[in-house]
């Protein structure tokens, strides 16, 4: 399998590479093949530029079709592309976001590829790559052997520091016209949108709330009203003066929401707009002003009054608080946020007495829960922590803040955030209002941590600023009591989601796009994958997430593109070859992506039709990249999801590749490819995500593919990869049914088109680095073509500006994205953490499990920018560094052994796991496109899922009971206690399920109970257990029951499908069953034991 020198080619014999060569001369590739089938048969003439014949010596290339102005009128462009095209004429680039809009040509003949600047190279100044970022000729200075968490790595991004931006603090917000990148909520335009959908009457004088009650102490007088510093109306007419879109006339076809687009205000010309901007883009308040809005907080009473003084000086274009505020006491009695609920003291972790304990792991190595792992609770008031966000949405490092840079620096504890933001919800409240809530400085959402000063004002609790209460939002729709603003859902829910106006749409929402990309090769028909790909399809069609809207579409391709005519009315789908691969173009594009409720038969017959269709061929080739271009092209009008389906390396055309891997180089963590070969699919990628297409790559190869240089379309594009190596539809049926799975929880799943996320924090903090599979637009603004329900994030943070002044800080997330209806919503997730002054309170709060999960993110960069070996020592530094600071900063007396706080007891554990972990291990066992693969893993994985993987749960299953079993939909569900990941666990008269996330492993002892082996496994003895043995049989006994149904509810707790293979010793995955066992020594890594005695000693150095 790993021999040198794999040829190209894949499977098939290296001879018929030769004859295809040649091709004039063996006829027709598919002789038995497509010619045959009806389908090919295309009533289009060949004089309109492609041949529908199939003999490769007719194909007519491409390029004469071009040339002939017949050609060109049939083919020239997007303007017959399809109805949804109405919003992509000439004079709306403003529609479009800034990429498209700098890059898009309303012709594609010529190749906008050669013509475009790629937006790899115009964003390079103001927007960085994400750092660590798989982009090759990266350049920088190798990196110390630890991190340094507070300085970000070049290339990372600051969003909090005016001046690490391209916009000079102090300019005013003129200036920020002529950076169209950051024009934001700054702008003028969104907070006229913003007062207007709030269709609030008069501020000045507002109607007295019937729950009013006069008499009550005035308001604190009113602060940060509209920044002085604003000059609105050259933007304003500068927007005037803006061609007017479609965009009103589109949204009303559409039938969608209601135009507002009245030409005063609002013609966004980048999602960075819609969203609005962090703090670098609304630099209206000069730094002075700013400190002060900070420090007015009535919530925080323990503030120089002195600063009050200057902000009621500063305060413009306010009216007299008492015009705004008549007397009378507040009805109003929201929890107050602050110094006074915050637990009094870190007693508060009295909760849990264990969590202050100190632990000489040396002496008690058996730390490991036996239930799964809980995150750490922060230390927060009950009324304030009930509010927040759930730990399986939203985690951080610290769950207490450091209050300045140099306490962190002290910790030596990495400080980021790690999200799962689109998860699969029970419940989701959603709020349809016509008025979003948000800051007007910093355009953070309202949420359950912003302070109430009374009734008409809230203070943003990321920026300070006091805000005005719309008169909408006095009226809460849940109770029907007016004035009670603070018992709105957006205030009482830490994950909400909105309906977003129309304020909030660049474009027409676009409908649900899917077009399928299939390898058609020789190897690709050999690994039977199309079937089974083609009857999930069929299967699912129904039930792909989307409306009378969605649209489909297919392509095929081997060493020519194939494209398929789809158009209502047809009798059956036409096939259309290109064979020019190098200049590629689409025929009839109008008939390609079609609607799928109008096309479905034409559909259906497609994808019964299609894995016959090929049964025979002989090309070898694989013209992967011109195949990706076509499909970028043809997407490109509407964006949607591409999903694209390789068996093998690239060998034609743009993006082609040669194998690198060398089997020899393997165990050295030196010398491996890790970043790409060529940069030709980050820049596709790029050009996908500028024009709302998402990449997701099913790589399903027994061969090496280059899965560092395929992986950068999904990587940039927001997609996804899915691995499924030495896929074959007989000798691999395990592979199969995992496909079978995942791809039904693929195509029913939710989906979100055309999205961002921004992720705001408190001013001070700032976030630096971005991880995950996503381009970052500008600044801080994550841009995600698609984002699925399955994919996670982390951010890394740095203290920017000290927290002294505040005793807690929020994290704001918020997605805006169109729905599978094609609904504009917004999910925000809001996460609140206490303020610490301590090294102490640090690493009581620290969460273990986050920082193993940001470390390996970090290491992922640092494998490919540095190398692996780097990594890997930066990995065992972060524990020492820790520990070293615990014990010389922390502890008073000097313990004997290695001392660690009870909340990082696992640390030394979970990174041993991450160093043994396919991404990190050395040794010869990782493949290199497998190892890739984990290192995409450990990008684009929920925390849960990476932890897993990294630490695997050990069961002993022979004895299941229902002692504490949970009762889930009316089936019992054992919940046998986790062991340690050690071969002293196991006995031979037991059996143990090892469950690492992707696999599970049941291993069965030798003189495992026969009980077990006749009720479970439905064998006679221990013997007869087959080598190859995945699924455990249906038997009608309480102990298979019992077994069963702990399995398949570990199952169902994750959106991919592992496979579960049943090994005895002699069974070949047993090696990988004992790889698992992380305490334990292998020929080319540590046991835990000897592990921490290696950290001790450099902690005690
Ligand atoms: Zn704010």
Redesign the pocket.
């Known amino acids: 399998m790993s021999q040198p020198g794999i040829p190209v080619s894949g499977g098939a014999a290296s001879g018929l590479q030769a004859q295809n060569g040649a091709a004039p001369t063996s006829g027709s590739p598919y002789t038995n093949g497509p010619v045959q089938n009806p389908l090919m048969s295309s009533q289009v003439p060949a004089s309109q530029g492609y041949n529908s014949q199939r003999p490769a010596s007719h194909h007519l290339p491409a390029k004469t079709a071009l040339n002939p102005i017949s050609g060109q009128s049939n083919y020239g462009g997007f303007q017959t592309v399809s109805p949804l095209s109405n919003y992509q004429g000439p004079g709306q680039t403003l529609n479009r976001p800034p990429m498209a809009s700098n890059t898009i040509t309303p012709s594609l003949h010529g190749g906008p590829f050669s013509r475009m600047p790629p937006p790899a190279l115009q964003n390079s100044t103001a927007t960085p790559m994400p750092s660590g970022s798989f982009h090759p000729g990266v350049n920088l200075p190798p990196p110390p052997l630890n991190w340094q968490y507070n300085s970000p790595p070049a290339g990372s991004q600051i969003n909090h520091s005016p001046a690490g931006s391209t916009q000079p603090a102090g300019s005013g917000n003129t200036n920020l016209t002529t950076n169209h990148q950051y024009i934001s909520s700054g702008d003028p335009s969104l907070q006229n949108s913003y007062i207007k959908s709030g269709s609030a009457p008069s501020l000045v004088n507002p109607p007295l709330p019937p729950t009013f009650q006069p008499g009550a102490p005035l308001g604190p007088p009113p602060t940060g009203g509209p920044p002085p510093a604003r000059a609105p109306t050259p933007q304003k007419s500068s927007h005037h003066a803006m061609p007017q879109p479609s965009f009103s006339s589109a949204a009303n076809q559409e039938g969608g929401t209601s135009n507002t687009n009245n030409g005063s205000m609002m013609v966004h010309n980048s999602y960075d707009e819609i969203e609005g901007g962090g ?1 670098l883009a609304t630099p209206q308040f000069p730094n002075k002003n700013s400190k002060m809005g900070r420090s007015v907080g009535y919530a925080y009473p323990s503030l120089p009054p002195g600063y009050q003084n200057t902000t009621l000086a500063s305060t413009t274009g306010m009216p007299p608080p008492s015009l705004n505020y008549p007397s009378g006491p507040p009805t109003f009695t929201q929890t107050p946020l602050g110094a006074n609920h915050l637990t009094a003291s870190m007693s508060g972790l009295s909760l849990h007495p264990e969590g202050l304990r100190v632990i000489n792991l040396l002496q008690e190595r058996n730390m490991l829960p036996s239930t799964p792992l809980q995150p750490p609770v922060p230390n927060l008031h009950e009324d304030i922590q009930k509010l927040n966000c759930s730990p399986e949405l939203f985690r951080c490092t610290l769950t207490g803040i450091p209050q300045t840079q140099a306490l962190l620096n002290k910790a030596k504890l990495p400080l980021g955030l790690l999200l799962h933001p689109f998860k699969d919800l029970v419940q989701l409240p959603v709020v349809t209002s016509s008025t979003i809530v ?7 959402y309202i949420n359950p941590f912003v302070s109430f000063l009374d009734q008409r004002r809230w203070k ?6 006091v ?1 005005d209460v719309p008169e909408e939002f006095m009226y809460n729709p849940l109770t029907r009591v007016y004035g009670e603003p603070h018992r709105r859902p957006e205030v009482q829910n830490a994950t909400i989601e909105f309906m977003a106006p129309s304020e909030y749409m660049l474009r027409p929402p676009q409908p649900p796009v899917y077009l399928f990309v299939f390898d058609v090769s020789h190897n690709a028909i050999e690994t039977g994958y199309l079937n089974l790909v083609c009857q999930s399809l069929l299967d699912n069609l129904d039930l792909l997430p989307g409306n009378t809207r969605t649209k489909i579409g297919f392509i095929t391709f081997d060493s020519t593109i194939h494209f398929y005519s789809l158009q209502e009315g047809l009798s059956q789908p036409q096939m259309l070859i290109v064979s020019d691969i190098d200049d590629v173009f689409i025929p009839m594009p109008e008939n390609l992506l079609v609607n799928l409720n109008e096309s479905k038969e034409l559909v259906q017959d497609l994808l019964k039709t299609l894995p016959q269709m090929f049964g025979k061929t002989l090309e070898t080739q694989s013209a992967l990249g011109p195949a990706l271009q076509a499909a970028f092209k043809l997407m490109s009008p509407t964006g949607g999801r591409m999903s694209v389906f390789q068996t093998q390396l690239p060998t034609l055309g743009v993006g082609a590749l040669k194998p690198r891997e060398e089997p020899n180089h393997r165990s050295s963590a030196k010398e491996i490819h890790l970043t790409p070969s060529t940069d030709f699919y980050k820049k596709l990628a790029l050009d996908c995500s500028g024009q709302q297409v998402a990449v997701d790559l099913f790589l399903l190869s027994g061969q090496y593919s280059d899965l560092a240089s395929l992986g950068c379309i999904s990587r940039y594009s927001a997609g996804s990869v899915c691995y499924y190596p030495s896929y074959h539809h007989q000798h691999n049926p395990v592979q199969v049914r995992k496909l079978q799975k995942e791809l039904q929880r693929y195509l029913t799943r939710k989906i979100g088109f055309e999205a961002v996320m921004r992720i ?1 924090c408190t ?1 001070g903090l700032s976030i630096h680095t971005f991880h995950g599979n996503f381009f970052v637009r500008s600044t801080d603004l994550l841009s995600l073509p698609n984002v699925n329900p399955d994919a996670g994030y982390a951010v890394q943070m740095s203290v920017e500006e000290n927290l002294t002044d505040t005793q807690l800080v929020s994290f704001q997330s918020a997605l805006l994205y169109t729905s599978s209806k094609g609904e504009r919503r917004i999910r925000v997730h809001t996460l609140c953490l206490p303020v610490v002054s301590t090294l102490n309170e640090i690493f009581l709060g620290a969460d273990v499990q986050a920082i193993a999960g940001l470390l390996a993110n970090m290491a992922v960069d640092r494998s490919v920018t540095a190398s692996l070996s780097d990594a890997r020592d930066a990995l065992v530094n972060a524990v020492v560094d820790s520990l070293s600071a615990y014990r010389s900063s922390v502890l008073s007396n000097q313990h004997p052994g290695l001392i660690v706080p009870f909340s990082l007891r696992l640390f030394p554990l979970f990174v041993l796991a991450l160093l043994k972990q396919k991404s990190f291990q050395t040794g010869t066992n990782a493949r290199l496109d497998e190892r890739i693969f984990a290192m995409c893993q450990v990008k684009n994985q929920p925390l849960i899922y990476l932890m897993l993987t990294t630490h695997p749960s050990l069961y002993r299953v022979d004895n299941l009971s229902d002692e504490g079993a949970l009762n889930v939909n009316d089936r019992t569900i054992p919940q046998p206690p986790i062991l340690q990941l050690s071969v002293e666990k196991l006995s031979r008269d037991g059996a143990f399920l090892m469950d690492a996330g992707f696999v599970m492993i049941l291993w069965v002892g030798k003189n495992c109970g026969q009980n077990f082996l006749s009720q479970v496994l439905g064998v006679q003895n221990y013997a007869s257990i087959a080598l190859t043995m995945t699924d455990l049989p249906e038997l009608n006994t309480p102990e298979s029951a019992r077994t069963i149904a702990f399995i398949s509810w570990l199952r169902e707790q994750r959106p991919f499908f592992p496979i579960l293979y049943v090994i005895r010793d002699e069974s070949p995955m047993k090696a990988t069953f004992l790889q698992y066992m992380v305490e334990d020594r292998t020929e080319s890594a540590l046991s835990y034991y000897e592990f921490l005695l290696h950290i001790q000693q450099q902690v005690n150095k």
């Not at 948000?438 to 953070?444: H, I, N, P, Q, W």
């Open positions: 703090f948000r800051c007007r400085s910093c355009r953070t943003c609790n990321l920026c300070y600023r805000n705001r001013k």
